[in-house]
DNA sequence: CACAATATCTATCAATTGATAGAATTTCAA
DNA sequence: TTGAAATTCTATCAATTGATAGATATTGTG
């Protein structure tokens, strides 16, 4: 699947406007696309859509704003092309393993097995929302796509959402000795991927009043009993 | 220098303008303003501060555009409003229940009814996100304001976060049986409202899927095995 | 009723914002 | 080096938005 050519925006074929002639262009126009991309990332993520004003994000890449327009169509195109790099940047960093694991439950499994997969996905996704400060924007990104679904949520939804909750719901359910049915390993699902996401915004929260030392190793214990409690 | 005891918004006692002259008004003004009050924090919770228009609310509470400024001074001191209201709602929905459970920590408290007191109060909130289709707009108020902190901010983390937090977390480390130290109490205590707050955007997608049926139930389970593993 | 306080509403302003035109500059292959 | 393609940038536009002026209408009390 996926594995979509070179993926400007996989979806909406349509609005692209002229936007860069076409074919290749100068290395260095390469560098301010990218220079663009990064600061749209960051500021789209820090202030959402509406609020992220084009001067600013001109601004931050040191550039101006026939740029964006140049390079971007518009603002939507420029909004888009960020939640598509966000996907292309998680594919590459959790893909594998997730494909590793639908490989694996395709066969059968033994609770233990999956419990320890279940782990794995999700520490996996703890370290990367927690990690990088250069994640956080994406993640705030998301955030805000999710609470208020806007150009950006298809592609979120069809390309990480959906999936990744599909997936560790498959998982829980493994992991339960079929205790848990379908209905209630997606609802559990969606609360697991909840509980590390809200870190996003309540890690500052958490830093102010407990400091921020070792805050992954002790995401990670919570995730484990959870996970061991669903065997019980 | 406002003065008006009538807790319009408890902080931030600078940027009132004139809005209303002065001590009461008559029956119909009240009105309005509630039906401003109830449009703004239906659309601001839709789409957050800066997206939101004041022309759309004062489309949706059948009112112009002066009559916001005449109730609230401007856009910024009808969104704190609509914090202070959610504040107050909040604390008459389940004020009760958390002075009392603040007062049995004082005392000491055996694990299992740390767990109960717990599951209450987690539960209540639970009830409190997911059943009245007019609180939902609420959430969404509060998760915008988290991914962004603007205006309202200081008013819900004072407010509703932080204590809300924190009287999870003492829960959570009596409910343990001393297993767990108040950082990571914390931490498992931001995780669990997390994975709550996480089905108001989650939930659109549950039901897509899944359906909406036995919701609360659903969740209601998970939250006690989650509880039922603290002292494990 | 009268009349002051309160409330509503039309018209308009200034600032911000996304977008574009079109000239000027830079890149790089031949 | 040269020149066409690619990129950058200044100036400007039209639309939207928050806010206000000021005229008009409504309320309720004496």
């Not at 993520?45 to 004003?53: D, K, L, V």
């Not at 996996?124 to 250069?134: E, G, K, Q, Y």
């Not at 592609?155 to 909750?165: D, E, K, T």
């Not at 830093?207 to 959870?226: F, K, M, P, S």
């Amino acid at each position: 699947m996926s594995s979509d050519m070179t993926s400007k925006s996989a979806l909406s074929p349509s609005s692209a406007r002229q936007m860069r002639a076409s074919a290749q262009g100068y290395k260095k126009g390469e560098e301010t696309r990218r220079r663009i991309l990064s600061a749209a990332s960051e500021i789209f993520g820090e202030r959402g859509f509406a609020s992220a004003t084009t001067r600013m994000i001109a601004q931050k890449a040191e550039t101006n704003l026939p740029a964006l327009t140049y390079y971007f169509g518009n603002k939507e195109g420029l909004y888009r092309a960020c939640a598509d790099e966000i996907v292309a940047d998680y594919h590459k960093s959790v893909g594998q393993l997730a494909e590793q694991i639908a490989a694996m439950l395709a066969t059968n499994m033994d609770a233990k097995t999956a419990q320890t997969l279940l782990f794995d996905l999700l520490s996996n996704l703890a370290r990367f929302l927690l990690t990088s400060p250069d994640t956080e924007s994406r993640a705030l990104f998301i955030q805000h796509e999710m609470a208020s679904p806007g150009a950006a949520f298809e592609i979120l939804y069809s390309q990480l959402w959906n999936p990744g909750i599909a997936l560790t719901a498959m998982l829980i359910r493994a992991a339960s000795n079929g205790k848990i049915d379908e209905r209630a390993a997606w609802v559990r699902a969606v609360m697991m991927i909840g509980s590390l996401t809200s870190l996003i915004s309540g890690r500052p929260i958490i830093t102010r009043t407990a400091g921020d030392h070792d805050l992954e190793i002790l995401v990670l214990d919570a995730l484990n009993d959870q996970i061991l409690s669903l065997a019980r």
